[in-house]
């Protein structure tokens, strides 16, 4: 019991030092978020932060050299595995940490808190029970647009070694708060892409570029701003391609100077950038083996065949209400039969 007792009483600590923090700032807004704070038992509240580079093992230690690698692979994907990658060209010049903020460690920047601890799991999209290597794999195919890394091979063990050490004191079977994209609420209209253009050219394009294809770094071998569409981007396959991954990621990450706490952007205009975004062109991929029992699709997977009678524009764009309605009534008769 004790270490939970310790690690309750360090995150009431946290949230006593951020509360006097605040309560330096003197201003009433501030006031009223000042009131909403945990002062204790805070670890629902919470979101979790994956521990920091410096804290990895020293290399000699047991497991550290791989530990370090994962962290080299995921941070500097496109030096090692890009179009001129040193180890090897299997990727699109992006890298992991990319939308995997801060090396997977930014609460609600798509973190991999939840991953040691839910894997090898069942997943809809592959009708398979996944293991990490299949889910890296998985990224590696549609987000990187490029091939599979052979899950023997150095560079895989060394992620899977990198992302099981972040999450090794998430307990088993557990998902805590603020791993992986945020969930927004579903708008009650359509995601609007000219609507979405504007926020674009407001918010993003300065990063991106007016065309999206982002910047080249100077040496050449990854991206200063990665590309948002294009031949370089990540493909018709890739989580980011649901507008409910998109926009929760942006939301609370971009421009990527904000973070969950103070987002730039309204989560209207992260929907209907995700829908301008997502309109434009991209690679695609074979997705005919994804989904093999179709009612197993989320409202916004862009593809049919469906269970459903809903469009693949509702699906792609929404609005998603009805279809998840819908979907929630089709599993109550289900379970009933
Ligand atoms: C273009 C964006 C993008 C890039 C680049 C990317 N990913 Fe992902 N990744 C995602 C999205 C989106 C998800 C799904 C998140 C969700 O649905 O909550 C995901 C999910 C994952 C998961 C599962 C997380 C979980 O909690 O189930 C792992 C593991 C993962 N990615 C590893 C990688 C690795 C390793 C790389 C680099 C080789 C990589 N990703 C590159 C977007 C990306
Ligand atoms: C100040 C510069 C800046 C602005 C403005 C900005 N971004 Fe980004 N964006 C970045 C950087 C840098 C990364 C890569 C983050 C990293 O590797 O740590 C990124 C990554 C991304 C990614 C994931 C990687 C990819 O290329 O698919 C998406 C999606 C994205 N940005 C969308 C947006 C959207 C939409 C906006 C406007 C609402 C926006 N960004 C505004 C700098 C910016």
Redo the contacts with the bound molecule.
Sequence with gaps: MLPIIHHRLLLAGMAAGLFLLMAGCNDTVEKENVKQLPLVSASDTIPWRGPASTQIPVYSAENGKDIWYGYELISKTSYYLGPNGTVNQISNG??C???H??AGTKPFGNNYGAVASTYPKFRERSGTMESIEKRVNDCFERSLNGKALDSNSREMKAIVAYINWLGRKVEKGSKPLGSGIMELKFLDRAADPVKGKT??TG??A???GDDGQ?LKSPDGKG??????WGPH??NAGAG?FRLSR?AG??YN?????VSWHNP??TQE??WD??AF?NSQPRPSKDLTKDWPDISGKPVDHPFGPYADTFSEKQHKYGPYGPIAEWKKEHAAKKASK
């Design positions: 992006m890298n940490q990319n939308c903020l801060d926020v674009f918010h993003c300065r990063c991106h982002g991206y200063e701003f990665p590309p948002l981007s990540y980011l998109f990621y942006v990450n971009m421009p990527n100077t730039e952007i205009q992260a950038v995700a975004v």
